[in-house]
């Protein structure tokens, strides 16, 4: 040390600035590496949760569904919970539990602007909530399950060889397709291919833009824009270009899209018929009809409701992903298990004849959407959902002996505490879903059935639910009514074990958990 303080006092004083200054930014760069790495890890696991596969192992070693770990963002300790009546407890008790908002995952998603979902309880989350929840409605569900059907049968007229049969070679990218189309047909009211005009002075198409954004969505997340623009690599700055180039247009969509609804008159109308039924448009309905309520009852219109910033993060925030995840799964399931295909198709045909499923037929295709939950049981796609005590609490929990003695316990969790509610190994806990509970089975989602908690539960649980089911409803029957599907081997001996491994746990997590590359395929009926 003292020879590096001799040689730094042996330099010009220039030099030594130099030296200074060529330090600072060293440590300015060590630091963001740091940063990065630690959200890194963050974001893609808890590192106790990394019984991804069979989550419920760790349960069943500490025979308790209450197991301690120290949190990597709090100091005080926190606890780790998966049994559906603690799980329940926590959802629905928004009072006793708020959402830990200064953990990354939560600050991720507020990446192009807030979102609802990293909204605290209570008057913010009411506020998105407000004119948020309006997007939801009947009409809008009818017309996402018919750009589904839509986008699926662009991407088998285009995307594969047309003829008796086709394979999709990697479902998983396809999926993620399928849903990103109806995210740009639903979500920004945009017909397909683009032909969209470049927004003045920005000179990457909205189309563009959005694939490279998608394609780097854990980059976005990480990196804040100005690390992006100024770190000297290269590959960092189609990224960057991207994401300022995507805004660009968003922010341009949503003052066409404001001004288009005020001059044509649909803005001042609160009839359901008149609001559109792409989601930047009934966002937007929303937010002009929350303004003009206030202005009626003598508020302050400009603070009424969202800002444009937060509806452009609300608008980003309408999830393609978990969707299009749990879809790719259910098509391994189903090419793995082709008597749920039977039991599915002659459900379809017995509600719809030679008709193609709609909208209006999904409340008699009950099989089908079990199908996706089913799915979604097993293969949890959030996987943990993050919750802090805001003041002591008692939670309950469950103990068990090798009898399988069951003891129901409480524990004292402190205020400040950080819980992550585990999804994945709660859905599959055999205390609640029975012995056979690692078994695929959409038939248990037909009677009573524990507390789902894939969607989270209570007033803070996922507002997209019935968009998502109404998406991959659309898509299961769509699929089931008009081709078998096969699973492709990777080599002739391949046992059905072994395919089952590759297509259903060779899966990753990444913002959300998804499969891995699997190949299916289709044969028309
Ligand atoms: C299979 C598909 C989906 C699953 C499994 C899922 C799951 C979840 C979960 C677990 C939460 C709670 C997260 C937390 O508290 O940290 C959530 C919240 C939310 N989800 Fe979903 N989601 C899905 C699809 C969608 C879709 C398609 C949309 C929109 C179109 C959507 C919109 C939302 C919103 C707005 C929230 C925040 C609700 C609030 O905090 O009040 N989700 N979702």
Not at 276 to 285: E, F, M, N
Request: a neutral charge; charged letters at 20%; aromatic letters at 10%.
């Amino acid at each position: 040390m003292s020879s590096l303080y001799g040689s730094f006092a042996t330099l010009q004083p220039h030099q030594q600035w130099s030296a200074v200054f060529a330090g600072l930014c060293l440590a300015i760069i060590l630091r963001l590496v740091i940063r990065y790495l630690i959200i890194l890890n963050h974001i893609k696991a808890l590192p106790n949760i990394a019984t991804l596969y069979q989550p419920w192992l760790k349960y069943q070693h500490a025979r308790s569904d209450l197991i301690a770990f120290p949190s990597l963002l709090s100091s005080t300790p926190a606890y780790e919970t998966s049994s559906p009546s603690t799980a329940q407890y926590i959802s629905l008790r928004p009072h006793l539990f708020h959402k830990p908002l200064h953990m990354q995952r939560y600050i991720g998603f507020d990446v192009f602007g807030k979102t609802l979902l990293s909204t605290q309880t209570g008057d913010e989350h009411k506020r998105h909530w407000s004119v948020v929840r309006r997007c939801f409605s009947d009409r809008q569900m009818a017309s996402v399950w018919e750009a589904m059907r839509w986008s699926l049968n662009t991407f088998i007229s285009e995307e594969v060889d047309q003829g008796e049969k086709v394979v999709v070679e990697d479902v998983r990218e396809a999926l993620i397709r399928v849903t990103l189309l109806v995210i740009g047909r639903k979500g920004f009211g945009k017909d397909f291919p683009w032909k969209m005009s470049e927004t003045e002075g920005n000179d990457i198409p909205f189309e563009e833009s959005l694939y490279v954004v998608e394609q780097s969505v854990l980059l976005q997340i990480i990196l804040p824009a100005w690390v992006m623009r100024l770190l000297p690599l290269h590959r960092l700055q189609p990224f960057w270009r991207a994401r300022k180039a995507f805004l660009a247009h968003l922010e341009h969509m949503y003052l066409d899209k404001r001004s288009e609804l005020q001059t044509s008159g649909a803005a001042s109308s609160t009839e359901e018929e008149k609001a559109p039924t792409d989601l930047l448009g009934a966002l937007v309905h929303s937010q002009l009809g929350v303004e003009q309520e206030a202005r009626l009852q003598g508020g302050n219109e400009k603070v009424a409701g969202l800002t444009k910033s937060e509806i452009i993060g609300n608008m980003c925030d309408a999830g393609h992903e978990t969707s299009g995840h749990t879809l790719g799964f259910a098509v391994a399931y189903l090419a793995l298990y082709p008597q749920w295909q039977e039991e599915v198709y002659r459900e379809i045909v017995s509600a719809c004849g030679d008709e193609q499923p709609t909208y209006k037929d999904m409340h008699k295709l009950p099989l089908t959407l079990a199908v996706c939950l089913e799915t979604l049981r097993l293969r949890d796609i959030v996987s943990t959902i993050m919750k802090e005590a805001i003041d002591d609490v008692f939670v309950p929990y469950t103990t068990w002996d090798a009898e399988g003695n069951i003891t129901t316990r409480t524990h004292l969790v402190k205020k400040g505490s950080l819980f992550v509610i585990d999804s994945s190994a709660t859905s599959i806990n055999p205390h609640a879903w029975g012995l056979d509970s690692m078994e695929f089975n959409p038939r248990r989602h037909l009677g009573n059935m524990p507390p789902f908690v894939s969607f989270s539960l209570g007033a803070r649980q996922c507002l997209g639910k019935r968009f998502a089911e109404v998406e991959m409803t659309s898509i299961v029957s769509g699929l089931c009514k008009n081709f078998k599907v096969y699973p492709v081997k990777s080599h002739e001996q391949e046992s059905w074990e072994e395919m089952r491994a590759r297509m259903i746990d060779s899966a990753t997590e990444q913002i959300s958990f998804q499969p891995g590359k699997f190949a299916v395929r289709l044969e028309i009926r």
